[in-house]
């Protein structure tokens, strides 16, 4: 009888995290998976702030792991602070965050296999390289440290320093540019974020990133749930037999990420015009694979002619539209084009884990649409005053640069420094 009662009890008080009975059957029942991401952690979970959209190593295999689940996938914002307290409110699935294995998270939750080895290292400005090589050296007084909160990174942080000035910064996405700007000296964050940040901001150098000062790992985070953990562990497993990890690290490492965002309109509108160039790649890759062709007519006289008429509803002028959007299809076959034919020249074989054209880059790029409409409208006075033209000219060169995108920039901005009326 007082087992019973105890049993009792325990059930009571388990949380919605730990009373789940079978999370796979559930998944399965519901027809959606919810996977939490934190959206500051380049390059595994990051929030466009140009599209609002996640992009990212976790954020692809996610879109993988629902796809093998026969699922739609629902993303659930959370924070590094925030995490196992969402976990323990059973808000979330699975968490792909980048997120490190520690003792101290799993008393609560339940971990897969792990899917990448990394390790806490410093990050600096290259001037600064040499002061900050060991522990020792970072804690100085004097020195100021700046963290992100709520993580491994800051739990480390105050487990190793106890002279240096530690600064708590909220704001992940931005944090490297306050040690490239002067305002903070050093950071330990793991190995692959430094190398992802040092390549993205040349005043940066990341310190030996192959010999970090810790051993960790990435994995997914779980409910306690064993027959949910086996077939995501499964899935991981399959995933790195056939290599998509390894190709999804290489993807996410040499994407052109963002750096800043947007600061008014005419960034806006730039940089959603970049934002569609970045998807021709995986557009020409589809098309490699079926062996179809780079142009269809046909589709894109549908597509302007449905142009023209969300530009009249948008108060957008139907020829400065139609320009427009015929100039950023030409710039996409441009793209297109150039890729295809370096890889016939390198005799290319077949493509893996491409993005269904139809079901995951078409829909993008229709989202796209809509936004950039919303983006001309707001800039049609810009456009059209010729006072202006070497700002747009400038803000043109700095969202879409010529050293990624070729002759393809030129044309995809053309409209912009020629306006029709």
């Known amino acids: 009888m007082k087992s019973h009662l105890t049993l009792s009890i325990l059930i009571s008080l388990a949380t919605p995290a730990m009373a789940a009975e ?14 939490a991401t934190t959206g500051d952690y380049q390059p595994f979970s990051y929030k466009n702030p140009v599209t609002h959209e996640y992009e990212g190593l976790d954020i692809d295999l996610g879109r993988q792991l629902a796809r093998e689940l026969g699922v739609k996938l629902e993303w659930v914002p959370t924070s590094w602070p925030q ?15 980048g997120v490190s294995i520690n003792l101290e998270r799993q008393k609560k939750a339940l971990f897969s296999i792990p899917y990448l080895k990394d390790g806490k290292t410093p990050i ?23 963290v992100n909160p709520g993580g491994t990174n800051e739990k480390f942080a105050r487990s190793h320093l ?10 992940n996405t931005t944090i490297f540019e306050q040690i490239a700007s002067g305002k903070a000296d050093v950071m330990m964050t793991d190995a692959i974020e430094t190398r992802l940040q040092a390549k993205l901001r040349p005043a940066l150098c990341a310190i030996h990133p192959n010999q970090p000062f810790t051993y960790s790992e990435k994995a997914l985070l779980l409910p306690n749930d064993f027959r949910w953990k086996a077939w995501v562990d499964q899935f991981l497993h399959q995933a790195q037999a056939r290599g998509t990890l390894d190709r999804l690290q290489t993807r996410w490492l040499s994407w052109p990420w963002l ?22 790649p995986d557009v020409a890759r589809y098309k490699w694979n079926e062996q179809s062709a780079i142009e269809d007519l046909a589709r894109e ?12 509803a948008a108060k957008v002028s139907p020829s400065l539209a139609t320009a427009f959007f015929k100039a950023q299809i030409e710039a996409a076959k441009m793209v297109q084009h150039q890729l295809t034919d370096s890889w016939r020249q390198q ?75």
Request: aromatic letters at 4%.
């Open 347 to 421: 005799q290319a074989s077949r493509f893996e884990d491409i993005p269904d054209l139809k079901t995951e880059i078409r829909p993008r790029l229709d989202a796209l649409t809509s936004q950039l409409i919303d983006a001309l409208a707001r800039n049609q006075t810009t456009l059209a005053d010729p006072a202006r033209q070497p700002l747009i000219e400038s803000t043109a060169q700095r969202w879409i640069p010529q050293t990624q995108w070729g002759e393809a920039a030129k044309t995809a901005s053309a409209p912009l420094l020629n306006p029709r009326p």
């Open 259 to 280: 750096t800043q965002a947007p600061q008014n309109d005419l960034d806006t509108l730039l940089a959603l015009m970049n934002e569609r160039l970045k998807l021709m």
């Open 124 to 146: 600096t400005r290259c001037t600064d390289a040499q002061r900050f090589q060991t522990l020792a050296q970072i804690d100085q007084p004097g020195v100021n440290v700046i």
């Open 83 to 97: 995490l196992m307290a969402d976990y323990e409110a059973g808000k979330f699935d699975i968490v792909m965050s």
């Open 162 to 171: 106890h002279h240096a000035r530690l600064t708590v910064y909220p704001d």
């Open 22 to 35: 079978d999370r796979l059957a559930d998944i399965l029942a519901r027809g959606t998976v919810r996977i």
């Open 301 to 312: 006289k549908t597509i302007l002619a449905d142009l023209v008429k969300q530009a009249e």
